[in-house]
């Protein structure tokens, strides 16, 4: 996960050119570039050939002119994104919605994780985890699909459930206020498996010397866990919470686009979607693209600030 | 001495309190994320209007096929299963033919360069150019309403390539590998007669990672098909069991599309269950015997690199 310490260089002890170095690595390690080539065609294609072609939201782009031919209008693209009238409502919605579902999902894997990190039974461990890490296994379609199923005001069980209990059946996904609630517990139910598997990786590092000192030290379970277990993951918190900021603006359209109808799109209209839908429904290739973009840098510069303060804080870094 | 046993009665003592509290609260745990998988079999398998009504609410009630009958008989269902698999194992066999050699290549510590690839690598992580950058170079190079469309913009994961690059460097000793060199070994012959079947267990995870997450897929086939014939199972999923009932919610629908909806809604309530049983079915079968292997490819990944 995190990045290797920078490899002691390359054999060469002698300091030679750089031509001359490459070279004799080119001499050396020709089929080693071979192996890497797939993949390095991949990257340059496909991740940053669109890095390339994002150059389209500083220009007005016109199909049959090419991006090279298309009249460059530098920010005109950003300036009309920032004075729309969904500016602020797809910026709060995104915030909302990602920042409702850090708070929220953060603690979850890290709680199963302690306490199946207590189970002594293996059988029962196992079998809680096989079942908990399931749903992670579930497509968005089907995920969706049951979560619409489910809170149908007029034959969901939850709303059957409510009505039992003599409530009134609420139309959920029809109410705007619900939205984010709905998309960030759904994940935390789809997700939480899942997500302690990194946590209980990093608790079986855990030295069983430093559990037995403390509880030879009349320390109780709690206090281990408090004091041992949670300071030995500490640093996985750091990188996931590093991860998941880093990606704040970014809350994907796969779900939302599929439990979005007009009835809440004052909620859970976010930026993806918006790109996705002014883009590829009503063809503002230029306009959609500056969206994205803008979208991709903000994300960016909160990973680097968040990162920055974490190795501040407490030396743990992404590289 | 008896105020050893003592603090080993107490402690022992809060032992099994803190245990039957942490029991329970798994056990918890387990019966929500259960729960609602043990719904949704029991209503593919149960009487609609016993769903519908609420009536059943854990296991089935009025036992039939209707649901499952209804989806086999749907030819979208057998034309979507098929893409499905083909997409999942030329998709995952691509995948792989590119993670593991360039994993391989990047855990060669003196491979000059090596920093410079990382980072290239991994900077796609961070950043991207979008999806209408990605839509347009998918269309200049003419593979919109391609099987290619599907295959190659998914064609490697940097996650995975750092998983199985963590792997190598962790687990096949540098002497083995310095011992073939002595031997004349060529990188090649390295690479595919001594690490290919050392990393079988690695090649089995990615295959599951990157297996699943084609499965799975829907937004890119959904934007880059247009053809039915070659559309994957998700995206039949998508009509069947999100749109026909977003439409109950108020979703407005084409009109070319109409049609086919009411007749699609009137039968909704059976076969909605059904279609997500069929759909995940062969994930959650598989999923219980590999599962050990998922997890030791997130414990890879996660070990300092």
Known sequence: ???????????????????????????????????????????????????????????????????????????????????????????????????????????????????LNEVKNDMFKKTVQTITYAPYFISTVVMCGMLIAFLNPSTGIINKFITALGGEAIPFLSKENMFPSIYVWSGIWQGTGWGSVIYIAALSGVSPELLEAATLDGASRMQKIWYVNIPAIFPTMVIMLILNSGSLLSVGYEKIYLLQSPLNTATSEVISTYVYKTGLVSAQYSFSTAVGLFNSVVNLVLLIIVNTIARKLNETSLW | MSAAVKNRIRSSKGDLVFNIFNTIFLIIVTIITLYPLIFVVSASISDPNMVNSGKMWLWPIGFTLDGYNRVFANSDIWIGYRNTIFYTVFGTLLNLAVTIPCAYALAKKSLPGRKFFNFLFLFTMFFSGGLIPLYMLVKTLLLLDTIWAVLLPTAASIWNIIITRTFLETTIPDGLEEAAEIDGCSTFMKFFKIILPLSAPIIAVMALFYGVGHWNSYFNEMIFLSDRNKFPLQVFLRELIIITQMDTNGQTITSTEAQSIAEQQRLAGIIKYSIMVVSTLPIICVYPFLQRFFVKGVMVGSIKG
């Open chain 1, 1 to 115: 996960m995190t990045q290797t310490k920078a490899a002691p260089a390359s054999g060469t002890k002698r300091k030679k050119s750089l031509g001359q170095r490459f070279v004799k690595g080119l001499r050396d390690y020709w089929q080693y570039y071979i192996l890497l080539l797939p993949a390095l065609a991949y990257f340059l294609i496909f991740c940053y050939g669109p890095m390339y072609g994002a150059q389209i939201a500083f220009r007005n782009f016109i199909a049959n002119k090419g991006i090279w031919g298309s009249p460059w209008v530098g920010f005109d693209h950003f300036v009309r994104f920032f004075k729309g009238v969904y500016f602020w409502d797809l910026i709060r919605n995104t915030l909302v919605i990602s920042v409702y579902g850090l708070i929220a999902g953060f603690p979850f894997p890290i709680i199963l994780a302690l306490s």
